[in-house]
């Protein structure tokens, strides 16, 4: 699999960290400037919430495929977004589903014993955010969906949705945040060793059945009934299954 550049530059970073906040969206409200010079003219300026469900205008809507018998869309499976009332602001604009907050500190702070210094970089991501990183982006570059979606889930399809995955990155090399190097940091082997103790997972491993980037910095928590039954789709298409012996009568 060819190497992927540095996700710093694929993917807005202010984007991709700083989702909405419930204080922000109060702000979001229709601007109406009126300009009276002989006639009327009206000029509205409308901002979604980050957290209505409406479905969002997405550009070139003939170019994206329907999803897979079995749900998946470009090779990403669906997921719902975490109710508010079950995230905690781990960090200022860095929420998580309650649960996977707790296990995430506690790992940090055991890593931290241990000499290695883990950074939450992206957390709770709603429709919306997701929404302007796929599609915007992918109009930019003049990708194709397909193309797009190697490096970046279609709304409704992150795993980011949960409040359950998270992107993290080592504090001693922030050079390497987002990108394939981070597999070369203390951090990353640090996690390999022990990532399985807290219940996190590696969500995209190299040459993965979906056909998603490697992202060796992209975790998830599977330490509830609730995260296990979120994950199990993707968990079990994942999971190659042993070849059956092929016997001559």
Known sequence: ???????????????RLTPSTPQQKQGLLPVLILVVSGILVGT????????????????LPDLMPQPEADGRLLGHFSYPIARGEDLVEVIPGRQLHGDAAAAFLAMQRDAAAAGVQLRLLSAFRDRETQHNLFFPVMVERSQRPEERAQVSAPPGYSEHHTGYALDLGDARHPQLDLDEAFDQTDAFAWLQRHSSRYHFRLSFPAGNRQGVA???????????SHALELFEQARRFNVSAAPIPQHNN
């Open 44 to 59: 509205v300026v409308l901002l979604r919430p980050t957290q209505d469900m409406t479905p969002l205008t997405d550009p």
């Open 214 to 224: 490697y992202e060796p910095w992209h975790w998830r928590w599977e330490g509830s």
């Open 1 to 15: 699999m060819p190497k992927v550049t540095t996700q710093l530059d694929e993917i807005p970073v202010a984007r």
